[in-house]
């Protein structure tokens, strides 16, 4: 199914589990996310940033492919435009066919940020797509800037600003990076932040840096209170290894075998991932329920 993120977030939301939101740039990708979703009975957010556009994916292209694939499973799958700064790249993803846009006009001071995403949100609502937006700082890890307190989403503001925007899920900054980490290190999250953030909020989280930040670390964010975790890093990081070893192995490998060692490593990440904040099984059909609602 092709859908927007907003019911599936709120049924993640109601039963205090995560959706992996996984970033995307070509087929082979977008093949690992919808079979590992499809085979786990999970709902998952498929991401591509406008960088990540303009490099590698383009965002016309992917979004008819990846909304086919979407219409032949039977779980919930959403195409995210990741970090829209520009409403130029974000009003570019409404028309490809995205489900879903970020806002993410966190470098600005609050108003500013509040005027964005209001327009944003009512551009998407519109169309019937959801809106997610961002408060706070979720910096990079090579910049060491996750530790910096003073960049923390706080939650009064944040109430106001849910209020004030009516965005369907808030991406907050609580420790967590984007990026590769420094080997063996593992980033300390501010979980009495989180938990004051859902109960005040009372509404979908999202966990940007998911990549690299410990197992244990994001069991705890999906008990606290997370519902999306955005991934990328360690996607590709699987498939870098297996291919790696792949050619180590055989030089004269096939590419388009090597494309598949590719996906099925990418493939074994996900699933295992979806396991750990608790997605995998929640839309067997012989249980579902449907989402739940406010």
């Known amino acids: 199914m092709y859908v927007s993120m907003k019911d599936m977030l709120w049924h993640a939301h109601k039963n205090n589990y995560a959706v992996m939101a996984i970033n995307c740039v070509n087929m082979e990708q977008t093949k690992a996310i919808i079979q590992s979703a499809e085979e786990e009975k999970s709902a998952v957010i498929i991401n591509i940033s406008p960088r990540q556009m303009k490099a590698h994916g383009h965002g016309d292209i992917l979004a008819p492919m990846i909304k086919g694939m979407a219409e032949k499973v039977s779980v919930p799958v959403a195409f995210n435009l990741d970090h829209g700064a520009d409403l130029e790249d974000i009003t570019a993803a409404m028309k490809y066919g995205f489900s879903s846009v970020m806002i993410d006009s966190s470098s600005y001071d609050f108003e500013e940020n509040v005027r964005r995403t209001q327009l944003v949100a009512s551009l998407a609502h519109g169309m019937g797509l959801s809106c997610e937006a961002e408060l706070g700082h979720v910096g990079m890890a090579k910049e060491a800037d996750n530790e910096k307190v003073d960049l923390y989403t706080d939650p009064q503001q944040a109430k106001e600003f849910v209020e004030q925007t009516e965005c369907d899920c808030l991406a907050v900054a609580i420790g967590t990076a984007h990026g590769s980490y420094p080997k063996g290190f593992v980033p300390k999250l501010d979980f009495d932040r989180l938990k004051l953030l859902k109960e ?35 996607l590709f990081k699987h498939a870098r290894i297996a291919t790696a070893k792949a050619l180590e192995e055989n030089p004269e490998i096939d590419y388009m075998d090597l494309c598949i060692v590719a996906q099925d490593a990418m493939k074994e990440f996900i699933k295992s991932y979806m396991r750990v904040i608790g997605s995998s099984g929640r839309y067997d059909f012989d249980k579902y329920e449907g989402p739940e609602f406010d």
């Open 200 to 234: 005040t909020l009372q509404r979908p989280l999202v966990l940007h840096g998911g990549s690299g930040a410990g197992e244990e670390n994001i069991r705890k964010a999906v008990a606290y209170g997370i519902n999306k975790i955005n991934v990328c890093t360690d």
